[in-house]
């Protein structure tokens, strides 16, 4: 069986830097950050006061009111973003069979506003005070449900679930189903809103949130040796894969061809990763193989790159192993050092990441590595964005429990 090939035909956008993706890349080459001290949850008796939150964010300037009490925040953003993917691929105006169009989207979290805010409803004041849009708005399939529904598409259509592997492994989903002829076309990638109290105060708990909430603009440092944590954030990104030639029958511009994809398990420990990198190694190593490319060719890696202590030298260690020598001349930057950490959102903005790298041969930079790490010793571009061509990349996502996924995106050429 020939495998059909599989590009990006639409790109979009919601997070801390801006509401599109075009503001986002901008604001990224830029260096600026999108932390700042939490302004929509009461930080007082918690270790972690500050976040990459979307401020200023007005449901009214994207819905009616009414369909807004029906939505949770993460659907709200993964509506936001899919509208922007949708109408930059401009399938809306081409021919397309419905029928052939899924919707595969990750969500770590999923409805946690909504699990909250029901939550204190049922405890205050008891069970018929609970809203009868409480399960619907919550559950993390609902999102992908209402992209469906918004715009008639009837194909394929659910969520992957791996804490913050979960938008990779939407989109390795997405291009096997548009591989194997499944669809013709996918929107893909993942939502998350989960800057409230019971979250933040959740990852406090286990001591994952950076404490340094005198200097939230540098408190994302990921690879720097003072590093103390990640920084929440929230958001959503959304992109359009579709089939190549039912893109060149439509005359579609194309912005990267996705090559491959791999997946593995650490089989190790509930949060921490094995410090050898072993399961991320393994998931590098697979998805090389599956877009039959070597290590050499590979120019540019996206890293996981959360600020944790743990996470960074262990990605870094399975970079090292896979790469070999080439490792020291890959380019590898972190989006996670100006947009914290939007969980199941992650990989769909680091996916675009990489997309704009391909396109512009500009490399956005790692910022706040200011005190290199003995066991963090690549090239993370630090502090400032570089020229580099880049024809072949990877992005790395690594999740609790051990879930580890990377996608092989590539230049199109034709």
């Given at each position: 069986m020939n495998k059909k090939r599989v590009v990006i035909t639409g790109m979009g956008a919601i997070n801390a830097l801006a509401d599109n993706t075009k503001g986002t890349w901008e604001r990224l080459v830029r260096g600026e950050?999108?932390?700042?001290?939490?302004?929509?949850?009461?930080?007082?008796?918690?270790?972690?006061?500050?976040?990459?939150?979307?401020?200023?964010?007005?449901?009214?300037?994207?819905?009616?009111?009414?369909?807004?009490?029906?939505?949770?925040?993460?659907?709200?953003?993964?509506?936001?973003?899919?509208?922007?993917?949708?109408?930059h691929s401009q399938i809306l105006k081409s021919s397309y069979d419905p029928n052939r169009f899924g919707v595969i989207l990750g969500a770590g979290i999923g409805g946690i506003l909504t699990f909250e805010e029901e939550s204190y409803k049922m405890f205050k004041a008891g069970p018929r005070r609970i809203s009868p849009f409480f399960?619907?708005?919550?559950?993390?399939?609902?999102?992908?449900?209402?992209?469906?529904?918004?715009?008639?598409?009837?194909?394929?259509?659910?969520?992957?679930?791996?804490?913050?592997?979960?938008a990779n492994h939407?989109?390795?989903?997405?291009?096997?189903?548009?591989?194997?002829?499944?669809?013709?076309?996918?929107?893909?990638?993942?939502?998350?809103?989960?800057?409230?109290?019971?979250?933040?105060?959740?990852?406090?708990?286990?001591?994952?949130?950076?404490?340094?909430?005198?200097?939230?603009?540098?408190?994302?440092?990921?690879?720097?040796?003072?590093?103390?944590?990640?920084?929440?954030?929230?958001?959503?990104?959304?992109?359009?894969?579709?089939?190549?030639?039912?893109?060149?029958?439509?005359?579609?511009?194309?912005?990267?061809?996705?090559?491959?994809f791999g997946a593995s398990s650490d089989a190790y420990h509930i949060t921490a990763p094995e410090e050898n990198?072993?399961?991320?190694?393994?998931?590098?190593?697979?998805?090389?193989?599956?877009a039959a490319i070597t290590p050499e060719e590979v120019d540019f890696v996206s890293a996981h790159g959360t600020s944790t202590p743990l996470n960074d030298k262990t990605e870094t260690a399975a970079i090292k192993?896979?790469?070999?020598?080439?490792?020291?001349?890959?380019?590898?930057?972190?989006?996670?050092?100006?947009?914290?950490?939007?969980?199941?959102?992650?990989?769909g903005i680091e996916a675009i990441s990489c997309i704009m790298s391909l396109r512009t041969g500009v490399i956005h930079p790692t910022i706040n590595y200011e005190n290199p790490d003995p066991d963090c010793d690549l090239d993370y571009v630090p502090n400032k964005t570089i020229n580099h061509p880049v024809n072949i990349?990877?992005?790395?996502?690594?999740?609790?429990?051990?879930?580890?996924?990377?996608?092989?995106?590539?230049?199109?050429?034709?």
């Open positions: 950050s999108g932390i700042e001290l939490v302004s929509k949850v009461d930080t007082t008796d918690l270790t972690s006061k500050i976040a990459a939150e979307i401020k200023g964010y007005d449901p009214r300037n994207y819905f009616e009111p009414k369909a807004a009490k029906k939505l949770d925040l993460y659907t709200q953003y993964a509506l936001i973003a899919g509208k922007e993917a949708m109408e399960i619907p708005k919550m559950i993390s399939n609902i999102a992908a449900a209402q992209l469906s529904i918004d715009y008639g598409l009837k194909g394929i259509n659910y969520t992957c679930v791996s804490a913050c592997a979960s939407a989109m390795g989903a997405a291009f096997r189903a548009i591989q194997y002829g499944d669809v013709d076309l996918v929107i893909t990638c993942g939502s998350e809103a989960a800057v409230t109290p019971l979250a933040i105060g959740g990852f406090c708990a286990m001591r994952a949130l950076s404490t340094r909430n005198d200097e939230p603009h540098r408190a994302s440092r990921p690879f720097d040796k003072e590093r103390d944590g990640f920084i929440m954030g929230e958001g959503a990104a959304l992109l359009v894969f579709e089939d190549l030639e039912h893109a060149r029958k439509r005359d579609a511009e194309i912005f990267a061809e996705v090559v491959g990198g072993a399961g991320t190694s393994l998931a590098i190593r697979n998805a090389l193989h599956d192993t896979v790469f070999g020598e080439h490792a020291y001349k890959l380019k590898i930057n972190s989006t996670k050092s100006m947009l914290g950490h939007t969980l199941g959102a992650a990989a990349a990877i992005s790395n996502s690594l999740g609790f429990g051990g879930h580890n996924s990377v996608l092989v995106l590539k230049k199109f050429t034709g």
